[in-house]
């Protein structure tokens, strides 16, 4: 029996004590961008830096003093740092990298935990000009050797422990020039390779004083590497100009107000965690809680308890993991101090919305947008009617369609791709050496999401799933192609097909069906195996969580792997169009 759930109302004016910044029926109809972008700070000369709007012009001005970083790391430490510090630092790591000769375009990576080292070295990298590439901490050697070397990244930001998972991989980074290892408060015992540099040692050496590289609002600023269904992730690449969207959508889709304490529980490994962990709050002068723990619920309610935080950003896996734990355990928090919710990442199923006024007396505002959008662009609004297991209505400035495999529009409540009017500002401006398959995802006068949705009479949209093998796993695209060439690389695969499974929490789950080489049983162990195989070269959270042995996969005639045939065989559906496929 499907559930129906009844639209939330708008709220009212006692349950928003603080007025929303957008009304959407008020400001929807004849906004122009450029009066957002006249909201920015620029620099002298014309010129924006994503470093300046988020930490500079705050610095420079009334909220110098003001704690922009409130860090909780794993072990209960606590450390705050004003903009007017923040400002400092960055400018200091801006200098140690200029000492490491990098210049405007060049390319520079993270890999490391929530550190607040990683916030300052990006905000460095951003100031002297280059490009930065944060990546997720829990990926294992693969998957960095990949981005590494698809960017060309010239110095590498790193902490001990992920120093020492990726020790293999130095050798093929050819265009890799300095490796700079965060110890933070000395937490690594082991000495450190000498050919590594020290980021306390270069700290200490580099002047506070920093003039910001000259960068236009169409210089690059940040990559951030996504899956699709064929092929090694690609990188997308965003402009300075995106700080005007992430400025606006704080404002109007997060409601962040000066006084407030905000959230996020995303990694900026993912593009979440950096344009909504870093810029958003950061471009309108917010403070910002960064608790570098993991998840547990009960840790997480007393991060919102401890800090008083008032908005909050997190994702679906996450929410439906927090009502798994029960509602008797945020009982035992004092949860006042929140006063907006907001999810991301995934379809937040209506029951997760509902939860939401039930247990903290407000819904989860579910919101909508891709790696390659850059910003949020379809959101359900404070002050607007929220319909549960809708993602809502475009942002003012944004128009999206839905339209057909000949890229016509379809009408209301009728599924079909999911498309934008290119052009918005946090526009991805290409992805890293592959501009072939940039310009294939505009089609039709569309940038075309590779989503499939439906919008009803009211303009509120539906998502309805991927329109290509791509696996949304806790919110982590995962590309099936990825997880194959890891898993032949065991001497007993022989070839590995790879699909998302339907999951409870997760939504979905990477499972993969493998057949052997000849001379290998297919057995527990053996399964054990490459499942430990894969997790060391990949992470755990792109590695296969199932594997299933069968004796071969089913092909088209040229060769590639049906994945949408195992996928129907896998959940018991009709198999469609077969009449591709090689004889099994
Ligand atoms: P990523 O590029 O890794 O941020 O993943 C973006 C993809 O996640 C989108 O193309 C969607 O498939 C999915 N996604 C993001 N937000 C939502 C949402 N609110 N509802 C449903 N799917 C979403």
Redesign the pocket.
């Known amino acids: 029996m499907t559930m129906t759930f009844p639209a939330i109302g708008k709220p009212s004016a006692d349950q928003m004590a603080v007025k929303p910044n957008l009304d959407y029926e008020k400001t929807h109809g004849n906004f122009q961008w450029a009066e957002m972008y006249a909201e920015l700070d620029w620099l002298p000369g014309g010129w924006l830096n994503k470093a300046h709007e988020a930490i500079d012009r705050h610095a420079n001005g009334s909220r110098r003093d003001k704690v922009a970083m409130i860090w909780e790391g794993k072990n209960g430490e606590q450390e705050t740092y004003t903009f007017g510090q923040m400002k400092t630092l960055t400018n200091r790591f801006a200098n140690v990298l200029k000492s490491l000769g990098i210049q405007k375009g060049d390319r520079v990576f993270l890999f490391m935990d929530r550190l607040p080292e990683l916030y300052i070295a990006f905000f460095g990298i951003l100031k002297v000009g280059a490009i930065a590439g944060p990546l997720f901490s829990a990926f294992g050697p693969d998957p960095v050797k990949d981005r590494l070397q698809d960017s060309g990244a010239k110095v590498l930001i790193t902490q001990p422990d992920l120093r020492r998972r990726i020790t293999g991989i130095i050798p093929e980074l050819f265009e890799l020039e300095h490796i700079v290892v965060v110890n933070k408060d000395d937490r690594d015992p082991q000495p450190r390779d000498p050919a590594d540099l020290d980021y306390v040692e270069e700290m200490a050496k580099a002047s506070a004083d920093f003039d910001i590289v000259e960068t236009s609002q169409f210089d690059y600023s940040i990559m951030?590497y996504?899956?699709g269904t064929t092929g090694k992730p690609k990188g997308?690449v965003h402009r300075h100009q995106a700080a005007v969207q992430h400025y606006a959508t704080g404002k109007w889709v997060l409601d962040l107000h000066e006084d407030d304490i905000y959230w996020c529980t995303a990694d900026p490994g993912?593009?979440?965690g950096t344009s909504y962990g870093m810029m958003a709050p950061w471009t309108n002068g917010v403070t910002q809680l960064i608790y570098e723990g993991g998840f547990r619920a009960s840790a997480w309610y007393e991060m919102i308890q401890k800090h008083k935080v008032t908005v909050w950003y997190t994702a679906?896996t996450a929410i439906r993991m927090l009502m798994r734990a029960g509602d008797e355990v945020p009982k035992r928090y004092d949860l006042s101090s929140l006063r907006y919710m907001n999810?991301?990442?995934?379809?937040?199923n209506p029951e997760a919305v509902v939860w939401g006024v039930t247990v903290f007396g407000m819904p989860f505002h579910?919101?909508?947008?891709?790696?390659?959008t850059g910003a949020i662009l379809?959101a359900n609004y404070p002050g607007m009617e929220v319909r549960p297991g809708s993602?809502g209505r475009p942002i003012p400035g944004i128009e999206l369609g839905i339209v057909d495999d000949d890229y016509q529009q379809v009408g209301p409540d009728v599924d079909g791709n999911l498309v934008v009017r290119p052009g918005w500002p946090s526009m991805f401006h290409t992805y890293w050496n592959n501009t072939e398959m940039y310009n294939s995802k505009f089609r039709g006068g569309w940038y075309v999401?590779?989503?499939r949705a439906r919008v009803d009479k009211d303009g509120y949209f539906w998502?309805q799933?991927?329109a290509d093998d791509?696996i949304?796993t806790a919110?982590?695209?995962v590309g099936p192609f990825e997880v194959e060439s890891a898993l032949i690389e065991h001497p007993a695969v022989a070839e590995a097909g790879v699909i998302g499974k339907p999951d409870p929490i997760a939504m979905e789950v990477v499972k993969a069906f493998v057949a052997l080489n000849e001379g290998f049983e297919a057995t527990t162990e053996l399964r054990n195996e490459i499942t430990r195989f894969s997790r060391e070269k990949l992470s755990a959270a792109i590695a296969p969580r199932e594997i299933e042995f069968v004796s071969s996969l089913p092909k088209t005639r040229s060769g590639k792997i049906m994945r949408r045939l195992l996928k129907a065989r896998e959940l018991g559906l009709p198999e469609g169009d077969t009449s591709g496929l090689e004889e099994e």
């Open positions: 951030h996504t899956s997308a993912w593009v979440t679906p999810s991301v990442g995934e379809p937040l579910d919101n909508w947008w891709q790696t390659e379809c993602m999401t590779g989503d998502f799933g991927r791509v949304n919110g982590h695209l």
